[in-house]
């Protein structure tokens, strides 16, 4: 059970831990993700978006410390080993070279996805643990702006 304690400070519940360790295991496959994107994105755009994926490999990179170190404020192990983050429930990226516009689609699919993660979870935290849920807030924004941007690459202007 969570709650505040003078002695122990807050501490999250089972819930919120699974909650947490839900959004982290995305965090890091979203930024290990993005980074074999990176090495391997072929085609029209390419210099701009290689460069684009970096942004969002340090974005997801930094998002899932920052959950890993509320993870350890709050008294929870978080857990980024590698068999664990290969259960994440990440839309897959194929391997190899890939086009421009696969890269886009699939990195877009990733970051809603991410993001979706965090919305399914949100009211549960927020409920818990308010501060956490600011935690969520930023990152949500960073990671849909991020998809937008990104998917801005492949959309065609439809005319009105």
């Known amino acids: 059970m969570s ?3 003078s002695t122990n400070g807050f501490r999250d519940s089972t ?6 360790q839900r959004v982290l295991v995305n965090l890091i496959a979203l930024h290990l993700n993005a980074k074999q994107a990176h090495w391997n994105v072929v ?21 899932s410390d920052t959950i890993a170190e509320r993870m350890r404020a709050l ?13 994440a429930d990440q839309p897959a990226i194929d391997p190899g070279e890939l086009d421009t516009s ?11 996805h991410t993001a979706g ?8 935290v927020d409920a818990e643990d308010p501060s956490t849920s600011d935690l969520l807030h ?10 937008w941007m990104l998917s801005a690459e492949n959309r065609v202007r439809v005319s009105r």
């Open 3 to 5: 709650g505040f304690d």
């Open 15 to 20: 819930r919120l831990a699974t909650h947490l």
């Open 102 to 112: 696969v890269i886009v689609d699939a990195v877009t699919a990733q970051l809603r």
């Open 138 to 147: 930023t990152i949500i924004d960073q990671l849909e702006k991020q998809a």
């Open 75 to 87: 008294d929870t192990v978080p857990d980024g080993r590698l068999r664990t983050v290969a259960d």
């Open 117 to 124: 993660v965090m919305r399914e979870v949100h009211d549960e």
């Open 43 to 63: 085609g029209h755009n390419f210099r701009d978006l290689h460069l684009q994926l970096d942004e969002i490999v340090d974005d997801a990179r930094g998002a």
